[in-house]
């Protein structure tokens, strides 16, 4: 079946390092989004591409990276630049531009510092 | 960034009852709107859209009024299975940048 993988599910990061969030779907679909959901919040857009070798800024991309290099994956790097990265970080996709019928979620992944 | 406004609720409804919430959006560009279901620590799924002439699946049934820029979302026969936060998504008027999310109405349906 078609879906979008997220790895790991959990993740714990030391203070000062940089951690790499996997996205990967085989839906065929273009454009991709990462989004950062803190509690009690609704869910904020980090980075989005809409084809490959081509990224976006979101609202809140200051300390975070992506990269674009297969249409079928869409890594997240958090940074130690980013100061509050605890988190639920959620990848997804569309097929339209802009998306008229909604996107398909990962599962998460939980990113806590230590 | 334009904005989607929810009541965040608890909404605490008993079981079989019908309840009802709505959100506003600021855009009046907007174009496709959407209510998805997250339920606690896990992904939000589509649960429907919604189109403007309104559409039902089962016992729930969605309204967009364009007029006032407000969507609404009832569900009828309430279950206990429906506790869950229900986010209202709207489409941010042709950009790019995907879809803008409302950060969602609590929902707990009491036996």
């Known amino acids: 079946d078609g879906g979008i993988t997220q790895s790991p599910k959990y993740l714990f990061r030391k203070e000062g390092q940089n951690v790499t969030l996997s996205c990967e779907q085989n839906?065929?679909?273009?454009?991709m989004y990462w989004y950062r959901q803190d509690p009690g919040q609704g869910l904020r857009l980090i980075y989005y591409?809409?084809?490959?070798?081509?990224?976006q800024k979101g609202d809140i991309a200051e300390g975070y990276s992506v990269s674009r290099e297969k249409k079928e994956s869409f890594p997240l790097t958090v940074t130690s630049a980013q100061k509050n990265p605890t988190a639920f970080y959620l990848c997804?996709?569309?097929?339209?531009?802009?998306?008229?019928?909604?996107?398909?979620f990962g599962s998460g992944t939980r990113l806590t510092v230590v | 960034r334009k904005e989607v406004e929810q009541d965040p609720g608890p909404f605490n409804v008993p079981e079989g009852a019908t309840v009802a919430f709505n959100c506003t959006y600021s855009?009046?560009?907007?174009?496709?709107f959407f209510w998805y279901r997250q339920d606690c620590r896990k992904e939000p799924k589509l649960l429907m859209s919604?189109?403007?002439s309104g559409n039902e699946d089962g016992r729930f049934t969605a309204q967009l009024n364009r007029a006032s820029q407000y969507i609404s979302l009832l569900i009828r026969d309430s279950k206990l299975s429906d506790s869950a936060t229900y986010l209202c998504?709207?489409?941010?008027?042709?950009?790019?940048?995907?879809?803008?999310f409302g950060k969602g109405t609590h929902l707990i349906i009491q036996p």
């Open positions: 997804a996709s569309s097929s339209d531009r802009p998306p008229g019928y909604g996107y398909t």
């Open positions: 839906l065929n679909h273009d454009a």
């Open positions: 591409s809409q084809i490959v070798n081509d990224f």
């Open positions: 855009n009046s560009a907007s174009q496709s």
């Open positions: 919604v189109y403007s």
């Open positions: 998504v709207v489409n941010s008027g042709g950009g790019a940048d995907g879809l803008t």
